[in-house]
């Protein structure tokens, strides 16, 4: 039994089915209002389909300009362009800094690790000698002081690979607020994945071929590129389970 039911109001069909809520509607409605926008004022070319849909009411219509819109602002998405106008809505007294949070979060970072970095630096402890011994051979507060200033260097690779990414989020209209829960991850794969580089892939060297620049470079580049690592690992893994794997 169809229980779609339809109302007219000037002269126009309207769908009032019982499983579209008016909610959803009007969040629809505002969608559109904010992609156009969006659009306008980026310049970006906007399908001349919608103008004859624009002024309808009807469930059908809206659906349509909502997905030649999407179209219209990729990358950007609705949700991402919504969050961007809440980021500048005039009502709001607070500066650009203060504003996006992810991004005021990944300065301070940027600059607890940087100064980690200066700080461990200074010490005596971190030498040449020292980093060439590894985890292996040194101890103590020397080995400690050398895997913190590892992992400042891993700390500052991931800080500029997730600013300029979030620099680029911004431009493009692309960022959400659940990229901060990714970032928070990644800042830890990060981490990891510079110790990885620095000290256990570095077990399997020369001695002679390891110095500061060397490990250094190497916890710079697993921190920047930790996502890339984790995936080749993930990869590995995987190569060996179907190695071992027995065919059904």
Same mark, same amino acid.
């Given at each position: 039994?169809?229980?779609?039911?339809?109302?007219?109001?000037?002269?126009?069909?309207?769908?009032?089915?019982?499983?579209?809520?008016?909610?959803?509607?009007?969040?629809?409605?505002?969608?559109?209002?904010?992609?156009?926008?969006?659009?306008?004022?980026?310049?970006?070319?906007?399908?001349?389909?919608?103008?004859?849909? #624009?002024?309808?009411?009807?469930?059908?219509?809206? +659906?349509? /300009?909502?997905?030649? =819109?999407? @179209? !219209? *602002?990729?990358?950007?998405?609705?949700?991402?362009?919504?969050?961007?106008?809440?980021?500048?809505?005039?009502?709001?007294?607070?500066?650009?800094?203060?504003?996006?949070?992810?991004?005021?979060?990944?300065?301070?970072?940027?600059?607890?690790?940087?100064?980690?970095?200066?700080?461990?630096?200074?010490?005596?402890?971190?030498?040449?000698?020292?980093?060439?011994?590894?985890?292996?051979?040194?101890?103590?507060?020397?080995?400690?002081?050398? #895997?913190?200033?590892?992992?400042?260097?891993?700390? +500052?690779? /991931?800080?500029?690979? =997730?600013? @300029? !990414? *979030?620099?680029?989020?911004?431009?493009?209209?692309?960022?959400?607020?659940?990229?901060?829960?990714?970032?928070?991850?990644?800042?830890?794969?990060?981490?990891?994945?510079?110790?990885?580089?620095?000290?256990?892939?570095?077990?399997?060297?020369?001695?002679?071929?390891?110095?500061?620049?060397?490990?250094?470079?190497?916890?710079?580049?697993?921190?920047?590129?930790?996502?890339?690592?984790?995936?080749?690992?993930?990869?590995?893994?995987?190569?060996?389970?179907?190695?071992?794997?027995?065919?059904?």
């Amino acid at each position: 039994m169809d229980t779609t039911v339809t109302a007219v109001t000037n002269d126009r069909v309207i769908n009032t089915s019982p499983l579209i809520s008016p909610g959803v509607t009007s969040e629809l409605k505002g969608e559109i209002n904010a992609m156009l926008s969006f659009a306008l004022n980026n310049g970006l070319a906007i399908n001349r389909e919608i103008n004859g849909l #624009l002024e309808s009411t009807t469930l059908d219509d809206l +659906l349509n /300009v909502h997905g030649l =819109l999407t @179209k !219209n *602002v990729q990358p950007a998405t609705p949700k991402s362009i919504q969050y961007l106008n809440i980021i500048n809505k005039d009502g709001i007294q607070e500066t650009s800094y203060n504003k996006i949070p992810l991004v005021r979060n990944l300065i301070l970072l940027a600059l607890f690790f940087l100064i980690v970095f200066i700080g461990t630096a200074l010490s005596p402890e971190v030498n040449n000698d020292s980093l060439d011994k590894g985890i292996m051979e040194n101890n103590g507060i020397s080995l400690l002081l050398n #895997l913190t200033f590892l992992c400042s260097i891993s700390g +500052l690779g /991931v800080a500029f690979y =997730l600013l @300029k !990414n *979030v620099s680029n989020s911004i431009q493009k209209g692309t960022l959400v607020p659940e990229e901060a829960i990714y970032y928070t991850a990644l800042i830890f794969l990060g981490i990891i994945a510079g110790i990885i580089l620095s000290e256990i892939i570095s077990l399997y060297t020369t001695s002679s071929d390891i110095n500061l620049f060397n490990k250094s470079i190497l916890a710079l580049i697993g921190g920047f590129s930790s996502d890339a690592i984790f995936s080749v690992l993930q990869s590995l893994v995987t190569k060996v389970k179907q190695l071992f794997s027995i065919p059904a």
